[in-house]
C-alpha cells in the first residue's frame, strides 16, 4: 500500500499526507489554525518577557535587552515595535556615559498606560474616598491613612532587613528583595565614590520600576513622603527620594548613603511611624 506524499501547509506547519486533508478545506483551514496556536503562544510569552525585562531593568537599550534575554537584535526590535505600538513602552532620548556629544540613545521605559495595566485596580474609588476623607477630617487624616498603610509594609520589612545586618548595602538589598516580592519590581545598584570624590559619597541607588497606587500618589505626595520615611527607618540612614514615577519619573529612585556611619539606628524612638512631625526633607524631583 503506497503512502500519499506529505503536503505542506500555507502557513508553513508541520507537512501532512494528501489523505489527511481529503476531508475538505474546513478542516484544513481548522488543522492550520490549530497548528499556529502554539507559535502564537510562544511569541506572547517571548514579548511578556521583554516587556518584564523593560520594567526591571529600564531605561534599557534594544541591544541591552538583546544581550539579558539571549535574543537576536531583529527579534527584540520586533517585540519593542509592537509594545510601542500597545502603547504600554515609549521611549527616553538619554545619553550614554562618556559618549561625549552626539545624538542620545533611544532608551526603553514602560508608559504610563503600561504601568496602569499592572495592577492599579480600584484606584479611582481609592482616591475619591481620600478626596472626601480630606474635605471632611484634613490632610492630616490623609496622612494618618497612609502612615497606617505603610506601617503594615513596615512591620513586615523590619525582621528580614535586620537579618541582614547592619551593613547599609546590605540592609538596602533585602529591602530591594522585599518590595519586588510585593510587586515593586525593585533594585539596587551600588555606586562607589572614587577619587578625588570622598568615599562618603558613596551610595546605593534603590529603584523601582512599578507602583500599585502610582495614580493615588499623583494626586496625594504624602504616601511618597511616608514611604520615603519608612523606607530611612528601615535601612538605618537618612535617605533622599530623587525621583518618583508618580511626579513623572520613569521610576521612582531613592538615594541611600553608604558611605557615612549610620546617623540613627533603624527603629529608634525618635522615628517611629508616630513621630512624623519634623519637616520632610525628602528630595521629591523631577528626573
Known amino acids: 500500500m503506497s503512502t500519499s506524499p506529505p503536503v505542506a501547509l500555507a502557513g508553513g506547519g508541520r ?63 520586533r517585540h519593542l515595535d509592537h509594545l510601542s505600538r500597545d502603547g504600554v513602552i515609549e521611549v527616553k532620548r538619554a545619553a550614554r556615559a562618556g559618549a561625549g556629544a552626539g545624538r542620545p540613545a533611544r532608551r526603553y521605559v514602560l508608559s504610563s498606560q503600561g504601568q496602569s495595566t499592572l495592577g492599579n485596580d480600584y484606584l479611582d474609588i481609592a482616591t475619591l474616598a481620600l478626596q472626601r476623607l480630606g474635605e471632611m477630617a484634613g490632610p492630616e487624616a490623609v496622612r494618618q491613612f497612609a502612615v497606617e498603610r505603610f506601617g503594615d509594609m513596615e512591620r513586615r520589612y523590619a525582621p528580614e532587613i535586620d537579618a541582614a545586618g547592619p551593613d547599609i548595602t546590605a540592609r538596602a538589598q533585602a529591602l530591594s528583595e522585599a518590595l519586588s516580592r510585593d510587586g515593586f519590581v525593585a533594585s539596587t545598584a551600588s555606586i562607589e565614590a572614587k577619587a578625588p570624590l570622598p568615599a562618603a559619597l558613596s551610595s546605593v541607588q534603590l529603584c523601582q520600576g512599578h507602583c500599585p ?40 529612585t531613592t538615594h541611600i548613603p553608604t558611605g557615612r556611619p549610620a546617623a540613627r ?23
Request: charged letters at 20%; one cysteine or more; glycine letters at 8%.
Open 15 to 77: 507537512p501532512r499526507t494528501a489523505s489527511a486533508v481529503a476531508s475538505g478545506p474546513v478542516d484544513s483551514v481548522a488543522a492550520q489554525a490549530l497548528a499556529a496556536f502554539p507559535a502564537v503562544d510562544a511569541e506572547e510569552r517571548t514579548r511578556d518577557r521583554v516587556l518584564n525585562a523593560v520594567l526591571e531593568h529600564g531605561p534599557i537599550s534594544a541591544s541591552e535587552l538583546g544581550d539579558l534575554l539571549g535574543f537576536t537584535p531583529a527579534a527584540v526590535r
Open 213 to 252: 497606587i502610582q495614580q493615588l500618589a499623583a494626586q496625594f505626595p504624602v504616601f511618597c513622603d511616608v514611604e520615603t520615611d519608612v523606607f530611612s527607618r528601615l535601612v538605618g540612614v537618612d535617605v533622599r527620594r530623587l525621583s518618583t514615577l508618580a511626579r513623572g519619573g520613569h521610576v521612582c
Open 265 to 287: 539606628g533603624p527603629h529608634s524612638p525618635a522615628t517611629t511611624p508616630g513621630n512624623l512631625d519634623e519637616e520632610s526633607n525628602h528630595l521629591q524631583e523631577r528626573p
